[in-house]
Each structure stands twice: as structure tokens, then as C-alpha cells.
T-cell receptor, first 116, second 113 residues
Framework: DQQVKQNSPSLSVQEGRISILNCDYT??????FLWYKKYPAEGPTFLIS?????DKNEDGRFTVFLNKSAKHLSLHIVPSQPGDSAVYFC???????????????FGKGTKLSVKP | DGGITQSPKYLFRKEGQNVTLSCEQN?????MYWYRQDPGQGLRLIYY???????QKGDIAEGYSVSREKKESFPLTVTSAQKNPTAFYLC????????????FGPGTRLTVL
């Protein structure tokens, strides 16, 4: 049973517009969420994170929103650029637990294509 | 120039052979991880180590083995017992535990023929 779900395998957006990538989770113990960006044949790179004490975190063009009651988070990219085209992974963990419970659980990813 | 290196980038092996994937980091991180990525799948944790000479099984450890003799190195052996070894393998490290931001290496694409 997937604890972190990214239900859209792909998303296509025009350059300059907003990209919204969604992520849902089922485990209420998760309290720390991250987004990673991955180009083909490369390792993921950390993009932005948010802890459950916040509902928004912003870093330049990237903003992550967290809705704890809905167990939903989203990544907004504004404005989208062709270089943003990549696979975006949502990941979750429990800060308050060590060992295996603190491990990151990844979603299956959403492939974003930004068209010029 | 700090970072995580994985070698080789591409690896081919015959079925039934064990193969070891290299992962080295010079970030002075205590924790290291191995993930596997399959097409259309997220990253799944194989093994992780939070300290030298200690490691723990992840979600899909069967058919794999690891060692952590040095802080900088966390090699992964894909044994002949692993039923579907062909995949993209990613190594990561973090400062001390899984809740820290993890930094990934470039990955190794293993193809078993």
C-alpha cells in the first residue's frame, strides 16, 4: 500500500505559466516532506522541504504548500522554465521517530514537461 | 569538491553473477543509503547505514548485501538471489539520520543479461 502517492504520472505546461505538482500521503505520522527533482540517468537533487508546523515554504520560484487535514501537499513552480522539465518526486518522513520510521518514503514521481 | 560518486555509470552482468556497486562520499556524512528505481516507480530503500560497521535493511533488502567498513564508503552487492536485478541504483548520504536532507549520487544503471 503506497503511503506517498503522486497520482499524475506526467504534466505538460507552457513556459512562463504555473506548474502545480500534487502529492498525497496516508500516514498521519509523517511530519516532514521534501521534493526532489531528477533528470534522466542522474541522481535526484533536493529542491525544497516543509515541516508539518508550517503550511507554506517558499524558495525563489518554488513554493510548497501543505494541507495536513487533507494529507496533501503541492509544489508550485512560477514561472515555469524549460529547464524545469524533469521528474519530481515527493518524499515524506517522520522527524520524531528514528530508525526505519524516519526513512524517506518516496512517491512514484511526476514527469514535468515545460514547453517553450 | 564535495559530493557522492558512484561507479560505474553503466554495468552489465550475466545472470547468476554477483556484482558490487561502488558508492563513495566525501561530505563527512554519517548516514548512507541505497535505493533502487524502476521505470514508473519511486525510489525504494534497499539498505541504510547510520554509522560505520552498522547497517539496517530497508524495504527491499532481499537479494542484496552491504558493508560499511569506512565512513566514506557503502558498497552494495547485488547477489544472484535477487530475482529482478536490472534497475537504476542510487546511493545517497545525509548528515546523521534519515530525517536529514539526503544527497544523491549520479546512479548506476545495472543490466543483467
Amino acid at each position: 500500500d503506497q503511503q506517498v502517492k503522486q497520482n499524475s504520472p506526467s504534466l505538460s505546461v507552457q513556459e512562463g505559466r504555473i506548474s502545480i505538482l500534487n502529492c498525497d500521503y496516508t500516514n498521519s505520522m509523517f511530519d516532514y516532506f521534501l521534493w526532489y527533482k531528477k533528470y534522466p540517468a542522474e541522481g535526484p537533487t533536493f529542491l525544497i522541504s516543509i515541516s508539518s508546523i508550517k503550511d507554506k515554504n517558499e524558495d525563489g520560484r518554488f513554493t510548497v504548500f501543505l494541507n495536513k487535514s487533507a494529507k496533501h501537499l503541492s509544489l508550485h513552480i512560477v514561472p515555469s522554465q524549460p529547464g524545469d522539465s524533469a521528474v519530481y518526486f515527493c518524499a515524506a518522513s517522520s522527524l520524531n521517530y528514528g530508525g526505519s520510521q524516519g526513512n524517506l518514503i518516496f512517491g512514484k514521481g511526476t514527469k514535468l514537461s515545460v514547453k517553450p | 569538491d564535495g559530493g557522492i560518486t558512484q561507479s560505474p555509470k553503466y554495468l552489465f552482468r550475466k545472470e547468476g553473477q554477483n556484482v558490487t556497486l561502488s558508492c563513495e562520499q566525501n561530505l563527512n556524512h554519517d548516514a548512507m543509503y541505497w535505493y533502487r528505481q524502476d521505470p514508473g516507480q519511486g525510489l525504494r530503500l534497499i539498505y541504510y547505514s547510520q554509522i560505520v560497521n552498522d547497517f539496517q535493511k530497508g524495504d527491499i533488502a532481499e537479494g542484496y548485501s552491504v558493508s560499511r567498513e569506512k565512513k566514506e564508503s557503502f558498497p552494495l552487492t547485488v547477489t544472484s538471489a535477487q530475482k529482478n536485478p536490472t534497475a537504476f541504483y542510487l546511493c545517497a548520504s545525509s548528515i546523521s539520520d534519515p530525517t536529514d536532507t539526503q544527497y544523491f549520487g549520479p546512479g548506476t544503471r545495472l543490466t543483467v543479461l
